[in-house]
Nanobody, 127 residues
Framework: QVQLVESGGGSVQAGGSLRLSCVAS????????MAWFRQSPGKEREGVAT????????TYAEPVEGRFTITRDNAKNTLSLQMNNLKPEDTAMHYC????????????????????WGQGTQVTVSS
């Protein structure tokens, strides 16, 4: 289905910022709620933030709420995640994913509802 490619990861000190991008190929991108996830070594993958297909509805995981902002530009087939005031616990591989139709609200943060994953981009935050 939709193909996703992430970029923008890197290494920063605590308190710094990064902006991740996920570019989708294929014109079916707008048919899906899109989301960012992250996974640290030894931990389960967890949802970070999601953006609805339409209506501009966003959902954030509690650890990042107030620090991260998810946006999508359908004209550019791009999903972005602005990450501010980064903390060492934000260190993880970050993935974007397309959520299966029929999922809404906080359920969009569940990795099991993703039907397409990107390759991932690493975010490392040092203290």
């Amino acid at each position: 289905q939709v193909q996703l490619v992430e970029s923008g990861g890197g290494s920063v000190q605590a308190g710094g910022s990064l902006r991740l991008s996920c570019v989708a190929s294929g014109h079916e991108y707008t048919q899906y709620c899109m989301a960012w996830f992250r996974q640290s070594p030894g931990k389960e993958r967890e949802g970070v933030a999601t953006f609805s297909r339409y209506g501009g509805i966003t959902t954030y995981a509690e650890p990042v709420e107030g620090r991260f902002t998810i946006t999508r530009d359908n004209a550019k087939n791009t999903l972005s995640l602005q990450m501010n005031n980064l903390k060492p616990e934000d260190t993880a591989m970050h993935y974007c994913g397309a959520i299966r139709p029929g999922i809404a609200g906080r359920e969009t943060l569940a990795p099991g509802n993703v039907i397409n994953w990107g390759q991932g981009t690493q975010v490392t935050v040092s203290s």
